[in-house]
């Protein structure tokens, strides 16, 4: 990991109700000297309330934002309170700004929306079981409403996708959680999956909530593999088709049997391109294809990509 940067200097210009904006100067690592400036906003934090009702629709208000000066339709959220926890402030602002309590709310993530510039941050909770329930808030006008259902929340997609488990371990965590799980590969945007478990731990605070740790070592960086199946055309007895979009788990490196000719071509090694790397090697009429190796800018992602290719 990166050092970070030394402070040098933190002022206070501007200073209003909600805000505070802080002036650094930082000194870098490599000697580098710049000025920064940050929102500092209350310790407490924020939440964002995702409720859905017993019909499967979830629960938006429209009010007026002043940093776009338009109405907006958005998820109930607000600042909490000294003394409340985060689930017992979500549930006050979905009955302040909405009409409704729920009788399970589960906090998923703590995020930031903008981690350059505020040190502000937002606890999004899942809120299920609601009833009418009113409390007053501080709104200046009645806020709008508006239930929409799941089905109309990415209008124009045919498709529904899913994550299917590849060990038993998964069945095992979905057993303890009555929500859904977001989950990631165990990286960063733009760098290779870490696959050490002391790396995950340091590199990935902050981000993740938890960690699958396991005692067996990982010898080899690979994804999961993302399929697309073709629906039935009607009246047709045939199996539905798979395409495949990402080979890795459980994939690569199979081998894919190319048309007939290729046999009497000549052995070709592609090393794919600086994004979204790939390497194919074609070979007595089939194409070998390594896993997906991510975006080559990444010092790490190279070390990988020459690795896969038994340079080390």
Excluded: W
Aim: glycine share 6%; aromatic share 6%.
């Amino acid at each position: 990991m990166p050092t970070k940067p030394e402070i040098l200097k933190v002022s206070r210009p501007e200073k209003s109700r909600l805000f505070h904006v802080e002036q650094l100067d930082l000194k870098f690592s490599n000697g580098a000297e710049r000025q920064f400036e940050r929102l500092v906003t209350p310790a407490l934090g924020a939440v964002m309330v995702v409720a859905i009702d017993d019909q499967q629709r979830m629960v938006l208000i429209r009010e007026y934002a002043a940093g776009l000066d338009e109405y907006v339709l958005t998820f109930p959220k607000g600042l909490v309170d000294p003394g409340e926890t985060v689930s017992e402030a979500a549930n006050r602002e979905l009955q302040e700004e909405a009409g409704f309590a729920a009788k399970r709310l589960n906090p998923i993530k703590t995020m930031s929306a903008a981690p350059n510039y505020m040190g502000h941050m937002l606890d999004v909770v899942i809120a299920q079981d609601l009833y009418e329930s009113r409390l007053e808030g501080d709104e200046p006008e009645p806020l709008e409403v508006v239930l929409i259902p799941l089905t109309e929340v990415a209008p124009g997609q045919s498709r529904l996708g899913c994550m299917l488990p590849h060990s038993p371990v998964h069945h095992l965590l979905l057993e303890s959680f009555e929500s859904p799980l977001v989950m990631t590969s165990a990286n960063r945007s733009g760098s290779p999956q870490v696959i050490d478990n002391d790396e995950v731990v340091s590199q990935l605070q902050g981000i993740a909530d938890y960690y699958v740790l396991h005692d067996r070592e990982i010898v080899n960086r690979v994804d999961d593999s993302v399929v697309a199946i073709k629906s039935l055309s009607e009246g047709s007895s045939n199996y539905p088709k798979m395409q495949v979009i990402r080979r890795a788990r459980g994939y690569a490196p199979a081998p894919i049997k190319l048309p007939p000719g290729f046999e009497r071509a000549s052995d070709l090694l592609a090393l794919g391109g600086e994004l979204k790397n790939t390497i194919c090697l074609i070979k007595g009429g089939q194409a070998i294809v390594s896993q997906h190796l991510g975006d080559l800018e990444d010092v790490r992602t190279y070390d990988e990509y020459l690795k896969s290719q038994g340079v080390e």
